[in-house]
């Protein structure tokens, strides 16, 4: 039986074994650094002025995020964000577990940097999960400030364009567990 997306449509696949156990690995990886790079740019976009009454204030509406903030997204911004997902299934070759692990991996990471309070300990800014992952702490800066950190997971466009705050290292955690 021949269904949908097996005809060649999309790159979605379900043989575990069509291109090996590793490759799920690896696609999701490469799934989450296409989507924080996506994500970034089009988070940056949503901040301009003109666009964003229409496109992202929701999100912004409460000023200090909370975890029911993460899903709070206007339409247009919703189906922007969406399009990831339909169009990286046009590019990457992914099982359908790869895709649905990066859709739970997007929705608890957006919760988890919606929390308002630091989960990460505060020697973690030392080490690379502090310097390179996006945590609570990060994003409420993000809530506060709206011209600074735009990525999803990672920090290294911040520090790559620029768009990190420099008072970020210094300030200090709200709470931790």
Known sequence: MISEYSLGATLLYSDLYKYGLWYLVVSFIAVLI?????FYFIHRVFHQPLIFKWMHSGHHRSGEPTPWSSSAFDFPEAIVQGLFFVGVSFIVPLHFITLVAALIAMTAWAVFTHL????????????WI??????SRHHSTHHRKYKVHYGLYFTFWDKLLGTEDPNYKSETHTMEF
């Open 34 to 38: 296409l989507q924080d790079t996506y």
């Open 130 to 135: 502090g310097k390179w992952l996006i945590g």
């Open 116 to 127: 308002g309070f630091e989960v990460f300990p505060s020697s973690s800014k030392s080490y």
